[in-house]
């Protein structure tokens, strides 16, 4: 009897220690859980985001292209979360527009830019205190200057650059490049009066911290000094080949460049970042085990953290259409951790190529979980 006593002690004792040292229920919300409430249908269909420090995102749509290559202009729009939910602004209520990519300068403050491919040729950028809805009256004349001298063209791309200038790519017209001083003149010692010709459409701009300029030239990668001429000691001899997509800069300078399914690290000197995936190469459909094809990188991000943020679509209307968000770690391996969540019974069909990281952290992007409404995308926003 004692024997059989001292056996069920010794199983309640095991029992214990096994329950007390087991891992507690997660509480809370995990990694790539979305934020409660949300997906949302937004007013306006965002292809891209741009976080601000304050808070929130400021987005803008896809302008319409007609058959002569005449680009319109669409709206920026701020989305905040407050206590009553989900906020939509039309900044300016539609006084200043864009063409293509916007950028956001170290204040905070938001750059947009258009221009004309035919009938009278001019170029307009304009800077806004997004937090305060108002033009930048520090910039050209109350927020604003523009340019008639010469066939500009489309806008496609803007950015902030350190010195507090601004660096414009344009398609379609005469100039490839238009560079301003932070007040908004053309900036004489760059190029020639501020202006560079004959890149072809450029594909995508960013910034080092002591002001050089990469830029995705049609086939290569380029890297300029500030006056716009090529820096020898980049890459092989000013230009990386067969790197010509999205680029993100980091806070040291080293940077990675997008093509096809595939990421490409690369250290501040154009050299691969042999630490990142394979030789510097993370093929996104390998990490995710994705065997449909054709299969398409959407956009890409990173968090302070240096963690990557993937969006990628695949399918045909035959095979069905599919999408996905994944997180990769610094290194480039798939971060297990994030586990994107939808409803029971419910996939991704398609993805957006909005995809920002807010200031708190929380990744905005358009998600449709529709397969029969590819094009009417909710605004999703996700815990990290």
């Not at 290569?220 to 680029?247: C, H, N, T, W, Y």
């Not at 968000?325 to 586990?339: I, Y």
Request: with cysteine; net charge negative.
């Amino acid at each position: 009897m004692f024997k059989s006593l001292r056996s069920w002690a010794a199983a309640l004792f095991i029992l214990n220690i096994a329950c007390s040292s087991s891992e507690p229920e997660p509480t809370g919300p995990r990694p790539g859980d979305f934020v409660e409430g949300w997906p949302q249908r937004v007013d306006d269909q965002p292809v891209q985001f741009v976080p601000l420090a304050a808070g929130g995102v400021v987005g803008r749509g896809q302008p319409y292209v007609n058959s002569r290559n005449v680009r319109g202009w669409v709206d920026l729009v701020r989305y905040t979360v407050g206590e009553e939910g989900l906020s939509q602004t039309v900044l300016l209520d539609g006084a200043v527009a864009t063409q293509g990519s916007i950028g956001r300068d170290a204040q905070d403050r938001i750059l947009t830019a258009v221009g004309s491919v035919e009938g009278s040729f001019w170029l307009k950028v304009c800077r806004l205190l997004a937090s305060e809805g108002t033009r930048d009256p520090t910039f050209g004349d109350g927020g604003c200057v523009s340019f008639t001298d010469m066939h500009y063209g489309n806008t496609d791309n803007v950015i902030a650059l350190p010195s507090g200038g601004v660096l414009v790519s344009m398609s379609g017209g005469g100039a490839s490049l238009v560079q301003l001083t932070s007040t908004g003149a053309l900036d004489s010692g760059f190029g020639t009066h501020g202006i560079m010709k004959g890149l072809g459409r450029v594909g995508s701009l960013a910034a080092q911290s002591d002001g050089r300029v990469l830029v995705s030239a049609p086939g290569k990668l380029v890297r300029m000094f500030s006056s716009g001429a090529l820096d020898p000691s980049f890459g092989q001899g000013g230009e990386i080949p067969a790197v010509d997509g999205v680029l993100h800069v980091g806070a040291d300078d080293a940077f990675i460049a997008q093509r096809g399914g595939s990421l490409f690290a690369y250290l501040a000197d154009g050299t691969p970042d042999v630490t990142f995936g394979t030789n510097g190469t993370v093929n996104i459909q390998d990490v995710t085990e994705t065997t449909i094809n054709p299969f398409w990188i959407r956009s890409f991000t990173r968090d302070a953290a240096g963690r990557i943020y993937v969006t990628a679509g695949f399918g045909t209307e035959a095979s069905g259409f599919g999408g996905l968000l994944v997180r990769l770690t610094p290194s480039g391996t798939l971060d297990p951790q994030f586990q994107l969540r939808t409803e029971e019974g419910s996939h991704i069909s398609m993805v957006g190529p909005a995809l920002a990281v807010g200031a708190d952290g929380k990744v905005w992007t358009m998600l449709c979980f529709d397969p029969n409404t590819q094009n009417a995308k909710s605004l999703v926003l996700i815990h990290p």
